[in-house]
T-cell receptor, first 113, second 116 residues
């Protein structure tokens, strides 16, 4: 079946550090890939997405590239801020496998001033 | 649009009581999802609906849980009787048909349930 694997957290960085959160997936078809962010006490919000191989999603300084050859969708940001502290979820949606999403376990990021 | 609306935002109840969580999806969305989030188990899909019809309820933990969607703008998740291990944050999410080209899910703010 479909699955998403993320690097274990928590991740703690200093402000302005470079961020990478690894995400790899297993899918039977050609999924769309997503990164969601959850700030404390809130629901999940879509951060960025990519719908086909080699697409790059970007938003708020975050980027991720859909790599079919390595089945990866790593999240990166060049300079993190304290306000980026949150839990980040990688997810996929495979239209050949029903209409629901498969979420990774989430990675908690803490950015220190 | 106001986004996905959930009520109540917080619920505290005693073991054995019935709990009803409510969700109003984004207008025009064909799919509605109920999730449960805990520290131990992370985010779990409980059930989802397409055009008000339950499609996959394999994530519903046991018969104490039930969900309905009587119309396109309203869904409920009911727990009867509630138990302390049901304490969690319950999220509702909706999405439009993937054929529209917009396939992301939109989440509500969640209901934090505490069963004493």
């Amino acid at each position: 079946g479909n699955s998403v694997t993320q690097m274990e957290g928590p991740v703690t960085l200093s402000e302005e550090a470079f961020l990478t959160i690894n995400c790899t997936y297993t899918a039977t078809g050609y999924p769309s890939l997503f990164w969601y962010v959850q700030y404390p006490g809130e629901g999940l919000q879509l951060l960025l997405k990519a719908t086909k191989a080699d697409d790059k999603g970007s938003n708020k300084g975050f980027e991720a590239t859909y790599r079919k050859e390595t089945t990866s969708f790593h999240l990166e940001k060049g300079s993190v801020q304290v306000s980026d502290s949150a839990v980040y979820f990688c997810a996929l949606s495979d239209h050949n496998y029903g209409q629901n999403f498969v979420f990774g376990p989430g990675t908690r990021l803490s950015v220190l001033p | 649009d106001a986004g996905v609306i959930q009520s109540p935002r917080h619920e505290v109840t005693e073991m054995g009581q019935e709990v009803t969580l409510r969700c109003k999806p984004i207008s025009g969305h064909d799919y509605l999802f109920w999730y449960r989030q805990t520290m131990m188990r992370g985010l779990e899909l409980l059930i989802y609906f397409n055009n008000n019809v339950p499609i996959d309820d394999s994530g519903m933990p046991e018969d104490r849980f039930s969900a309905k969607m009587p119309n396109a703008s309203f869904s409920t998740l009911k727990i009867q009787p509630s138990e302390p291990r049901d304490s969690a944050v319950y999220f509702c999410a909706s999405r439009s048909d993937p054929g529209t080209g917009y396939n992301e899910q939109f989440f509500g703010p969640g209901t934090r349930l505490t069963v004493l």
